[in-house]
């Protein structure tokens, strides 16, 4: 009894030893990268770790980094700077919004580009303190990858594997290389304590922070890049384009104001003589009419044009949405208008998408679509134009005059060379497999 209690009593405070140790080699990893990354001070006052929870990995709820105390001496001894790099690593995931709207993507691929994306911004930090040995391996493959997605954000590395797939081989490749921490967290909204909102203020004042503390070998085009797709204003395009709706009447029943006591009784009692009749209309805010201009310049062709057509009229023909009469204008234009095809029911549009051909690819000048606005709106031909969305790749001649309907414009890509838009419109970056999403510009 007493050998077991010995054994027992050895074990414990074997256990404690281990806690204690690895709670410094956590404590160490933190004040190294507080000391050599002072852009990141407010990221990291705002999370603590603990053992506990996890076994063989590293996982972070939103506010504390759980760990293996085992799994940590292990690494620690192994190589010293592996523990300062998981713990960046998680960090980064936070301050990138990583473990957010999990639910929204294919969680394999989402995985994988997170942790690429991560290692690229720690990589080019150049901290030589969690420098890893296969660090020039890694970079290789993240130099390729570049090529292949067109940049190191999450978003763009998650984007080239919807489209291209990851292979098994693959997979376990890149999870060698790139994987560091335990995804746990991400699966349930719920289960991260701090929510993407206070991450986003933590965000904005690391990017704040990244200017007035980061030396220049600090300096990380990755890590500004994920910090501007992190902290990007991001808007629902459904409800962008329920801004065109207006007040009007509908033809159908109204279900609100429909007795069906009184109406089932008259057919009852007189055969098919109802007592009240329904009303047959109802005021209502839907969508009635509003414009759609294509760039049909060299960027914005084929299948990109389609796409994007499919889903913005795909959002807006349902009955919630649509009018059962609607006028929608769907331009063609490069520096001047090549076509005006009008849609008034959705056998238009299916017709359009089957038998349409995009014209032009001209230069870009914006303006000629509102000037021609302009003159239909004179000519009679709306009622009450709520909104333009404009597809284009950006290079063209903005107007400098605000009109008074609504106006988006909707990009196919990111790209940093194009001129903004002008502060009155609406801009958004419409990708092929989140189409729902855009930022502000």
Excluded at 223 to 242: C, I, P
Aim: aromatic content about 12%; overall charge negative.
């Amino acid at each position: 009894m007493k050998r077991s209690e010995e054994r027992d009593s050895n074990k414990s405070e074997k256990s404690r030893k281990i806690e204690t140790l690895a709670a410094e080699v956590m404590k160490l990893a933190r004040d190294s990268i507080m000391m050599h990354l002072r852009f990141l001070d407010t990221a990291l006052a705002h999370i603590s770790s603990a053992p506990g929870k996890v076994s063989g990995c590293m996982a972070c709820d939103g506010r504390t980094i759980y760990y293996d105390p085992v799994f940590v001496l292990q690494k620690y001894r192994e190589d010293p700077g592996s523990v300062g790099h998981m713990y960046l690593h998680v960090l980064l995931h936070l301050i990138f919004f990583h473990g957010f709207s999990y639910d929204k993507v294919e969680q394999e691929y989402w995985d994988m580009a997170a942790d690429m994306a991560v290692e690229q911004t720690i990589l080019e930090i150049g901290f030589p303190d969690i420098a890893l040995k296969q660090d020039e391996e890694r970079a290789r493959k993240l130099h390729f990858m570049k090529i292949d997605a067109g940049g190191l954000t999450a978003e763009k590395i998650y984007r080239y594997f919807v489209r291209s797939g990851m292979g098994p081989l693959e997979k376990q490749e890149l999870t060698v290389l790139f994987c560091q921490d335990a995804h746990l967290y991400w699966r349930t909204q719920e289960e991260l304590s701090l929510t993407q909102e206070q991450w986003k203020k933590i965000s904005e004042r690391v990017k704040t922070d990244l200017k007035t503390f980061s030396q220049e070998k600090n300096r990380s085009e990755s890590l500004e890049k994920n910090l501007a797709e992190a902290t990007r204003e991001r808007y629902d395009y459904g409800e962008l384009l329920r801004r065109f709706a207006v007040m009007g009447e509908d033809i159908r029943v109204n279900e609100d104001e429909f007795d069906y006591i009184y109406y089932t009784y008259g057919l009852s009692v007189y055969g098919n003589l109802p007592l009240v009749e329904p009303l047959e209309y109802k005021e209502e805010h839907k969508v009635k009419e509003f414009v759609i201009a294509l760039d049909t310049s060299a960027s914005c062709r084929g299948e990109v044009v389609r796409g994007f057509l499919r889903k913005t009229y795909g959002i807006l023909k349902g009955t919630e949405n649509f009018f059962h009469k609607i006028n929608v204008h769907i331009l063609q234009c490069d520096h001047e208008i090549q076509s005006d095809t009008k849609i008034t029911c959705d056998g238009d549009f299916d017709r359009f998408m089957k038998e349409g051909k995009l014209h032009g690819f001209g230069g870009t000048d914006f303006r000629p679509v509102f000037s021609y606005l302009e003159e239909l709106r004179q000519r009679g031909e709306f009622e009450n134009l709520k909104g333009l969305i404009y597809f284009t790749d950006g290079y063209g001649i903005y107007p400098e005059v605000m009109p008074d309907y609504d106006v988006i414009f909707a990009f196919p890509e990111e790209d940093d060379n194009r001129m903004p838009p002008p502060p009155w419109a609406i801009s958004l970056t419409l990708y092929d497999d989140m189409l729902e999403e855009g930022h502000k510009g």
